[in-house]
Every structure is written in structure tokens, then in C-alpha cells.
């Protein structure tokens, strides 16, 4: 018996929770039971009411708002217990179009993929603005990088993910989960694709979004610790390399004026020259302990997840 779950992240979501799920379906092919989750991160409005009112099978309540991220891993960790074989996570404003489903969850069925992420047409949403779009772009550009995975639109959280792949990720980011479980999955060599989907017309403003400067920051923080946390040795190794460059480059410059019988008045140059190089080569060993620290994180990963899996019941 194949067993979907449709998780939906909610934080005051009740005017708009009642339209996403009545579109929501009951019955797929291939699907012999499908159930809906709420995960109530800290709401205070009536968006439990309107879950329990519409039908929402299961609801997982957080005792205060504790952010997106941790919500969606709430609902990862729910849906296993609860014994799905196929968790679908959509958003609570009915951005995406729920009609969109089945193209999430065939390639599962058919063991094409353990992830599959619904690609929007971001350069046709009218309400995404120029900034978001650029950023939206790069963004997935960076993902792409960091997991060697082809994702067109890493932020989408329009996605659909296998019993296994759900027990194999964990989120460190408290912003959003959409960009580091792509890169998970890629470091884990699990098949991640992508799919197009539709996308509704705009209910409200996202709320995690509370303004452009607030968006880029986040976004750039979350690209930086990106590389930090799952590419180490290649993000300190890319400071050392500038700081090593720009010391040698200055010794250069020294050495050219000493030989010439100018050197006398470039002194300076020898001395930032050492303190450049002392923080290259320091850099330098600060990426082989950052990996060796990333080393250490992916292998008790690994015995979490064989825990997990010996727990689970399936």
C-alpha cells in the first residue's frame, strides 16, 4: 500500500489555508491513501480551525513560531512517523497549482528520482519583482554549484520527496529549507529533478519576505553559509588563495624596487606582505579543519539516518 502525505507549513494562514486545500486531492493513480498535514508553527489566528473545518487529517502544532525551516522539518519528521511512502510539501497560500501534483509524484512511483522539485516560470510570475527574479536566479545558480545537482528553481518548496530521501535530510538554516536540502540530496548522490509547474494567482504577500533589504540580506547569508557549511575547504581556500595573491604580488613589488636600488622607501610593502601571507597560509589550514569537521557531520549523518531507518517500521 503506497501512502501519500500533503504537509502544508502554516503560520497564520486563515484566509488563505481554506482555498489550497480544497483544491488538494483525496486520489491519485498509484496512490492507495493520501492524507493532509498542518504544521501549526506558533499560529494565532484560527488557521487550526480552519484545518480541522477543511478536513486536515493530521496537525502538528509548535508551542511558538520557530520559522519556516523548522516547521518543514517538523513535517518531514511527522510524515514518516505517520508511515508515508511519499511526502509532498506545498505552501499555504495557494501559490502553486495543486493540479501539479502527480507530475511531483510519478517519478517517485516510478523510482526515477527521490526528490523532485517543481520548476516555475519565474520570468512570467507578473507579482516576483526584477530583484527577486536575479536573485531567484543566482540563487539556483549557487545551488547548482554547491550540489552538482541541474535545478532550475532551487527556492520552489513545491516538491515531493521519497520515505528514504525524508529520513536522510536535516536542515541547519532557521530562514528556509529550500536551498540546503537540494544540496544535501546532491551531496548524497540521491536523483533530484525537476519538473515545470503551474503557479495561481497571488493570494497575499509572502511572509517571509518582509521587505527587499530583509530579502537580500537573508539571501546573501544564506548563499555564504551555503558554502561554509557544505563546500569548506573550497570556500576558505578561495580566501586564502586572495590573501596569498595579494602578498606575493606586494613581495614582488618590494623585490622589483630593491633590485632596482629603490627599495629603501618600500618597507611597508615587505610588512603587509608578511601579515597577507601569515593569514593565507593560516586560512589555508583552516580549510583542511573546516573539512575534516564537514567529514565528521556527514558521517553522523549517516548513523542518524541508519537509526532512523531501523526505527521506522517500514
Same mark, same amino acid.
Given at each position: 500500500?503506497?501512502?501519500?502525505?500533503?504537509?502544508?507549513?502554516?503560520?497564520?494562514?486563515?484566509?488563505?489555508?481554506?482555498?489550497?486545500?480544497?483544491?488538494?486531492?483525496?486520489?491519485?493513480?498509484?496512490?492507495?491513501?493520501?492524507?493532509?498535514?498542518?504544521?501549526?508553527?506558533?499560529?494565532?489566528?484560527?488557521?487550526?480551525?480552519?484545518?480541522?473545518?477543511?478536513?486536515?487529517?493530521?496537525?502538528?502544532?509548535?508551542?511558538?513560531?520557530?520559522?519556516?525551516?523548522?516547521?518543514?522539518?517538523?513535517?518531514?519528521?511527522?510524515?514518516?512517523?505517520?508511515?508515508?511512502?511519499?511526502?509532498?510539501?506545498?505552501?499555504?497560500?495557494?501559490?502553486?497549482?495543486?493540479?501539479?501534483?502527480?507530475?511531483?509524484?510519478?517519478?517517485?512511483?516510478?523510482?526515477?528520482?527521490?526528490?523532485?522539485?517543481?520548476?516555475?516560470?519565474?520570468?512570467?510570475?507578473?507579482?516576483?519583482?526584477? =530583484?527577486?527574479?536575479? /536573485?531567484?536566479?543566482? @540563487?539556483?545558480?549557487? &545551488?547548482? $554549484? !554547491?550540489?552538482?545537482? +541541474? *535545478?532550475?528553481? #532551487?527556492?520552489s518548496g513545491f516538491r515531493a520527496i521519497s520515505r528514504d530521501a525524508a529520513m536522510q535530510l536535516h536542515v541547519f538554516s532557521k530562514y528556509t529549507y529550500t536551498l540546503e536540502t537540494i544540496i544535501q540530496a546532491g551531496?548524497?548522490?540521491?536523483?533530484?529533478?525537476?519538473?515545470?509547474?503551474?503557479?495561481?494567482?497571488?493570494?497575499?504577500?509572502?511572509?517571509?519576505?518582509?521587505?527587499?533589504?530583509?530579502?537580500?540580506?537573508?539571501?546573501?547569508?544564506?548563499?555564504?553559509?551555503?558554502?561554509?557549511?557544505?563546500?569548506?575547504?573550497?570556500?576558505?581556500?578561495?580566501?586564502?588563495?586572495?590573501?596569498?595573491?595579494?602578498?606575493?604580488?606586494?613581495?614582488?613589488?618590494?623585490?622589483?624596487?630593491?633590485?632596482?636600488?629603490?627599495?629603501?622607501?618600500?618597507?611597508?610593502?615587505?610588512? =603587509?606582505?608578511?601579515? /597577507?601571507?601569515?593569514? @593565507?597560509?593560516?586560512? &589555508?589550514? $583552516? !580549510?583542511?579543519?573546516? +573539512? *575534516?569537521?564537514? #567529514?565528521?557531520?556527514?558521517?553522523?549523518?549517516?548513523?542518524?539516518?541508519?537509526?532512523?531507518?531501523?526505527?521506522?517500521?517500514?
Amino acid at each position: 500500500m503506497t501512502k501519500l502525505i500533503i504537509q502544508i507549513p502554516c503560520y497564520n494562514e486563515a484566509e488563505t489555508l481554506a482555498v489550497t486545500l480544497s483544491c488538494l486531492p483525496r486520489q491519485l493513480p498509484g496512490i492507495d491513501v493520501i492524507e493532509w498535514l498542518i504544521i501549526d508553527d506558533g499560529c494565532t489566528d484560527e488557521t487550526v480551525k480552519v484545518a480541522r473545518d477543511n478536513g486536515v487529517d493530521h496537525i502538528i502544532s509548535h508551542p511558538r513560531n520557530l520559522g519556516l525551516a523548522k516547521a518543514f522539518m517538523t513535517g518531514l519528521r511527522s510524515c514518516v512517523k505517520l508511515g508515508a511512502d511519499i511526502i509532498v510539501n506545498t505552501d499555504a497560500d495557494n501559490q502553486y497549482n495543486a493540479e501539479d501534483i502527480p507530475l511531483l509524484v510519478q517519478p517517485i512511483l516510478e523510482k526515477r528520482a527521490e526528490i523532485v522539485i517543481g520548476a516555475r516560470p519565474i520570468t512570467s510570475i507578473k507579482h516576483f519583482s526584477l =530583484l527577486k527574479k536575479i /536573485l531567484q536566479k543566482n @540563487g539556483s545558480w549557487v &545551488v547548482r $554549484v !554547491a550540489s552538482g545537482t +541541474d *535545478i532550475p528553481d #532551487a527556492p520552489s518548496g513545491f516538491r515531493a520527496i521519497s520515505r528514504d530521501a525524508a529520513m536522510q535530510l536535516h536542515v541547519f538554516s532557521k530562514y528556509t529549507y529550500t536551498l540546503e536540502t537540494i544540496i544535501q540530496a546532491g551531496q548524497k548522490n540521491m536523483e533530484v529533478i525537476s519538473t515545470p509547474i503551474r503557479v495561481n494567482k497571488d493570494l497575499r504577500p509572502s511572509q517571509l519576505v518582509k521587505s527587499t533589504p530583509s530579502y537580500i540580506n537573508q539571501a546573501i547569508i544564506t548563499i555564504i553559509r551555503i558554502f561554509v557549511v557544505y563546500k569548506p575547504f573550497r570556500f576558505f581556500l578561495s580566501i586564502a588563495a586572495l590573501f596569498l595573491t595579494l602578498g606575493f604580488l606586494l613581495g614582488v613589488r618590494f623585490l622589483f624596487f630593491y633590485l632596482t636600488g629603490a627599495g629603501q622607501g618600500h618597507v611597508q610593502s615587505v610588512v =603587509l606582505s608578511g601579515v /597577507l601571507l601569515g593569514i @593565507g597560509f593560516q586560512t &589555508v589550514l $583552516v !580549510a583542511f579543519l573546516a +573539512d *575534516i569537521i564537514a #567529514a565528521n557531520r556527514r558521517l553522523l549523518e549517516d548513523v542518524r539516518y541508519e537509526l532512523k531507518k531501523k526505527h521506522s517500521g517500514k
